[in-house]
């Protein structure tokens, strides 16, 4: 197993990272005084090997073309994961949860009972007790069995390309949707990344949203960032000096990518 390299000795470090690791066999937990959070993004309806851990973090694209019965078969996989809590968002690939798309679903032309039964699906009690929590521009506080809080905000938002959900077009529209996210966050999950984070296409493009990369340097206690959105692009970055800070492009549907993982010590400042 390799962490992702950093330049602060081991004893002041505030994260371990994981990106190597075989799958069968994770790096052990740290113990008291961390959080292990594992990360993943843009499963697409597929069901991956996830590691164990405090907090399952999910950066969207729940689904392959965004039907309802395909988010509603991730959302069965994910209650039956044994972590303790478990944050999700959609993405672009999620055309059914957004309800901005309109009546009927412009794209995928359903009934609108069935959009409205994955939407409240979402936000039901069910699960709520399987510990599951989707953020939609919205924020959570969970506790670990420590007593570590951690606040977390959600955004599935990304830049027009094509036909898609929760997408913006215009720098105006991208602003309002990142000044939502408070200051004082400890982790943000967005579908998109910020620019030139982890966000280089295969063509060489960097993808990702310069007005969430404006927002995340006012973001000084965020400690980590997860994302998805360029499959490519998968992979860490710890961030040492000034913000200290974990970048995490999660998307686990690419040749040999998997889940990352992310341990926080909980006394970081």
């Not at 692009?233 to 000034?242: P, Q, R, S």
Request: net charge neutral; proline share 6%.
């Amino acid at each position: 197993m390799v962490p992702v390299k950093s330049t602060v000795a081991a004893t002041e470090r505030f994260a371990e990272v994981y990106v190597d690791y075989e799958l069968a066999s994770p790096p052990p937990h740290p113990g008291s005084g961390w959080t292990r959070f594992v990360c993943i993004s843009d499963t697409h309806s597929r069901l991956f090997p996830v590691p164990d851990g405090d907090v399952l973090l999910h950066a969207g694209d729940l689904s392959s073309w965004g039907h309802p019965s395909q988010v509603d078969l991730t959302l069965k996989w994910l209650q039956k994961l044994g972590h303790p809590a478990k944050i999700i968002i959609g993405g672009n690939h999620d055309l059914c949860l957004d309800a901005k798309l309109g009546q009927g679903n412009q794209v995928l032309s359903l009934e609108d009972s069935s959009l409205e039964a994955i939407r409240k699906k979402l936000k039901s009690k069910e699960l709520f007790k399987a510990n599951v929590h989707y953020l939609q521009h919205e924020s959570v506080t969970i506790t670990t069995s420590e007593g570590k809080t951690w606040s977390i905000f959600g955004s599935p938002s990304a830049p027009q390309y094509a036909r898609g959900a929760f997408q913006y077009g215009s720098e105006d529209e991208a602003r309002t949707i990142y000044q939502q996210i408070p200051l004082g966050i400890d982790i943000l999950l967005t579908h998109t990344p910020p620019h030139f984070i982890l966000d280089k296409t295969r063509r060489g493009k960097n993808a990702g949203c310069p007005y969430l990369a404006a927002r995340m340097q006012d973001l000084e206690q965020c400690r980590l960032h997860v994302f998805g959105h360029i499959h490519e692009a998968w992979g860490a970055d710890i961030t040492d000096e000034g913000v200290r800070r974990v970048s995490v492009n999660a998307a686990v549907d690419y040749r040999g990518s998997r889940a990352i993982i992310v341990d926080l010590r909980n006394d970081t400042k």
